[in-house]
C-alpha cells in the first residue's frame, strides 16, 4: 500500500508537508468511523484508503461496520432511495427495526473514541449513544430532495451530531448543527487507480473475456435503479445505428444493497439479444476496475440520482472521456464539454457518446482535461486535509482553525 511520501510524486510535496504539519495538533485524539459495509459502493471504496493514511499522519483511526440482517437493509435500502427523492412506502415495522437494529449495534459496539465518524442513515442511531465525545454525520447522498416523512425522522438523530458533512452544496439544508461541504475523492496510487501495465490490462480483458475489437463504452456500477443500466443500454442501442461499438455493464453487490439481483436480471433480459452487450457481474477486483476503464473507449455514468459518482473522477483521473447524468455531484467533476460531456436524458447520452466516439482528438482533450481537475480537486491528500480541518474544528468555536 502507498505510504503518504509516495502522494508527493502526484500533488508536489509542499501538499504532503501541509498534511503532516496540520496532522500534528490533532495528537492524542482517535477517531472512529462506522458504516454498513466493508466492501462495495464508494464510501467503503474511500474509507479503505482514509484509514490507513490517517493512522500514518498520527491521526489514529479505526473503521467499524455494523450488522444488520437483510429486512434492516431493505429498509435502508428504501431510506437511502427516498433520501434521493424517490418515493418509497415505509411502515411503522419498517422504522421499528431500524431503531431495533441500531439500538443491537449499539449494546455491541465501542463507541468511545474522541471522535465518531457515522456514514449515511444506516448506523446514524448509534448517536443516541452520545457522550462528552465529538460525533460528526457524513451524508454521501443527495439530500436536496429528500422525502419528508424520512428525512423528518432522522432529523431527531442529526440534531444530536456537533457537526454535519455533505458532499455538494445543494445538498444542505436548514439545521440547527453545523455544516461542512467537503466533496469525495479518489487514491492515485490504490490498486484501483495506480498506472498499469499493458501485460496487467491485457491479463484482466483475458480473464473477463471483454474482445477488444470495438470500440468499448462501459459503466462500471453497482445493480442499481438510479445508476440507470437499462437507460444505458437504450442509449447505446441508438449509438449502435450509427456507429459500431460495444457495451460493458459490470459491477459487483454491496452488502448493504438487497436490490442488485433483481436489477441485474432486469438488465440481462434487456441485453439478451445483443452480443456486443457484455454484463458483466464482478467479483471485488480493483486491478479489474482499473483495466476495464483504462481500456475502455468511453465511460458513461447515466445515474438518475448520484451522491458523489466516484466511478466519474476515477475514469477522468485516467484520462478518459467521460458521459454523465449532470445529478447530484457529478457536475462537480464534469465542466460539460470541457472534462467530459453531461447529459439529462438517453438522447442526450446517446448523443454525447456518439460524438467522442467519432471525434477521438475531442474525447482525448477531454480526458487530459479531466485528469487535471482530478488531480486539483478530487484526489485522497485534499481531502484528507479538509477532514483533519474538519476534526480540528470541533475543538474550536469558529469555523475557521488558526493553524
Ligand atoms: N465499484 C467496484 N466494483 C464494481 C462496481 C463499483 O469496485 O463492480 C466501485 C467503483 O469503482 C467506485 C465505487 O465502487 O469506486 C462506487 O462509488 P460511486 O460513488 O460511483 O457509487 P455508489 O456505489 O457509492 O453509489
Not at 3 to 16: F, L, M, N, R, S
Not at 155 to 175: E, Y
Not at 190 to 196: D, F, H, I, Q, V
Request: charged share 25%; glycine share 6%.
Amino acid at each position: 500500500m502507498a505510504k503518504i511520501e509516495d502522494y508527493a510524486a502526484v500533488t508536489g510535496q509542499p501538499v504532503i508537508d501541509d498534511l503532516r504539519r496540520i496532522s500534528e495538533k490533532l495528537a492524542g485524539k482517535n477517531v472512529r468511523h462506522v458504516n454498513s459495509t466493508a466492501v462495495g459502493g464508494g464510501v467503503a471504496e474511500i474509507l479503505n484508503r482514509m484509514v490507513p493514511l490517517l493512522n500514518e499522519l498520527g491521526v489514529e483511526s479505526q473503521w467499524d461496520v455494523i450488522k444488520g440482517g437483510e429486512e434492516f437493509f431493505n429498509v435502508t435500502k428504501k431510506f437511502h432511495n427516498a433520501i434521493h427523492g424517490s418515493h418509497e412506502k415505509l411502515t411503522r415495522r419498517d422504522f421499528d427495526l431500524f431503531m431495533e437494529t441500531g439500538r443491537a449495534n449499539m449494546a455491541s459496539m465501542k463507541l468511545d473514541g474522541d471522535i465518531i465518524y457515522i456514514h449515511d442513515p444506516q448506523p446514524i442511531v448509534l448517536v443516541e449513544k452520545k457522550q462528552q465525545n465529538k460525533w460528526i454525520w457524513r451524508c454521501h447522498i443527495d439530500a436536496s430532495n429528500p422525502q419528508q416523512d424520512v428525512w423528518e425522522f432522522l432529523m431527531q438523530f442529526i440534531m444530536k451530531f456537533d457537526a454535519a458533512v455533505f458532499s455538494a452544496p445543494s445538498f444542505t439544508g436548514q439545521m440547527a448543527i453545523r455544516q461542512f461541504l467537503i466533496a469525495p475523492s479518489i487514491d492515485p496510487l490504490s490498486e484501483k487507480n495506480r498506472e498499469l501495465s499493458a501485460e496487467e490490462m491485457d491479463s484482466v480483458m483475458r480473464k473477463y473475456s471483454i474482445p477488444e475489437d470495438k470500440p468499448l463504452v462501459t459503466q462500471i456500477s453497482r445493480f442499481d435503479r438510479l445508476k440507470d443500466p437499462l437507460g444505458v443500454i437504450e442509449a447505446y442501442k441508438k449509438v449502435k445505428k450509427n456507429v459500431d461499438c460495444r457495451l460493458l455493464l459490470a459491477g459487483g453487490g454491496a452488502s448493504d444493497d438487497p436490490e442488485g439481483a433483481q436489477v441485474l436480471a432486469e438488465v440481462q433480459e434487456m441485453a439478451k439479444n445483443d452480443p456486443d452487450i457484455i454484463v458483466l457481474l464482478m467479483p471485488h477486483d480493483e486491478v479489474a476496475v482499473n483495466a476495464i476503464q483504462r481500456r475502455s473507449t468511453v465511460i458513461v455514468q447515466k445515474s438518475l440520482k448520484e451522491g458523489f459518482g466516484l466511478t466519474v473522477s476515477e475514469a477522468l483521473w485516467k484520462g478518459k472521456p467521460v458521459v454523465a447524468s449532470a445529478v447530484g455531484g457529478i457536475p462537480l467533476q464534469v465542466a460539460h464539454k470541457y472534462s467530459g460531456m453531461l447529459c439529462h436524458s438517453i438522447d442526450g447520452a446517446a448523443f454525447a457518446i456518439k460524438q467522442l466516439l467519432s471525434n477521438p482528438a475531442y474525447a482525448r482533450k477531454l480526458g487530459e482535461n479531466g485528469r487535471e481537475h482530478v488531480r486539483n480537486n478530487f484526489l485522497i491528500t485534499r481531502h484528507l486535509k479538509e477532514y483533519i480541518l474538519l476534526f480540528l474544528s470541533l475543538y474550536h468555536n469558529e469555523d475557521v482553525v488558526s493553524l
